[in-house]
């Protein structure tokens, strides 16, 4: 093994993935939308070791209290780094199904699953209107770092909203626009709080179940649905 190659190529991965970023947020609105950039490009950042340390997966996971059996959409799964863990707390009784609008990362969210030997993991083809669930089962909806990007916000959470029963839990861990420093800053169409996100849950008959103090600049929140 060529320790000083591995090092240059892990140093030159780390470079990439920042200048990534950078050009990422540089763009205008419209590209920094889901699907604005290739599959390929958007990897180098969400694989990036800084975001993957600052994302808190396990607790993140852990703290939504995910049941052996349980359906679960991943929404917004980007490259699968929640996937895998919510597959394994859902167990093989369970099914995680990672909704993507890009086709292109459908295979690394297979590839990923299959490396980690999880059979429960199915890649969706969704749309920005629409996550196309194939089945209206869903008890665990999760949103990461996703629903800022969603221009019809409202719409797109009463599509979900359509595949989910009563008693059926939505998260969203996201950007809270009351915070100093978030980014997209310049970009308001972009920002996103928690009492706009209430309100939309409201209206596709979800309620404020659990706030979870984890993140300084995001909010993490647990909505149920209820009968209506």
Do not use: C
């Not at 763009?27 to 969400?46: I, K, N, T």
């Not at 009563?166 to 308001?188: A, E, K, T």
């Amino acid at each position: 093994m060529n320790l000083k190659r591995d090092n240059q190529m892990h140093r030159f991965l780390n470079v990439a993935s920042v200048v990534s970023l950078m050009a990422l947020l540089a763009s205008g609105p419209l590209d920094a939308q889901l699907g604005g950039r290739p599959a390929e490009q958007w990897a180098l950042v969400l694989e990036s070791g800084r975001r993957l340390g600052s994302l808190e997966i396990e607790n993140v996971v852990s703290l939504i209290g995910i049941e052996e059996g349980q359906v679960v959409a991943d929404l917004g799964a980007g490259t699968g780094v929640f996937s895998v863990p919510l597959a394994r707390a859902a167990g093989t009784t369970g099914t995680v199904l990672a909704v993507e609008v890009d086709a292109g990362f459908l295979p690394m969210i297979d590839e990923k699953a299959s490396q980690e030997g999880l059979e429960n993991v199915q890649s969706v083809l969704g749309e920005f209107t629409d996550p196309n669930l194939p089945r209206r089962d869903v008890d665990v909806a999760f949103f990461h770092d996703v629903l800022h990007h969603i221009d019809e916000r409202q719409s797109y959470l009463l599509a979900v909203a359509s595949y989910m029963a009563p008693g059926s839990r939505m998260v969203v861990v996201d950007y809270d626009m009351n915070q100093p420093g978030v980014p997209h800053g310049n970009q308001p169409e972009m920002l996103i709080s928690p009492q706009q996100v209430a309100e939309w849950m409201a209206n596709a008959g979800f309620v404020v179940s659990r706030e979870v103090d984890l993140f300084e600049e995001k909010f993490f929140v647990i909505y149920t649905k209820v009968d209506q």
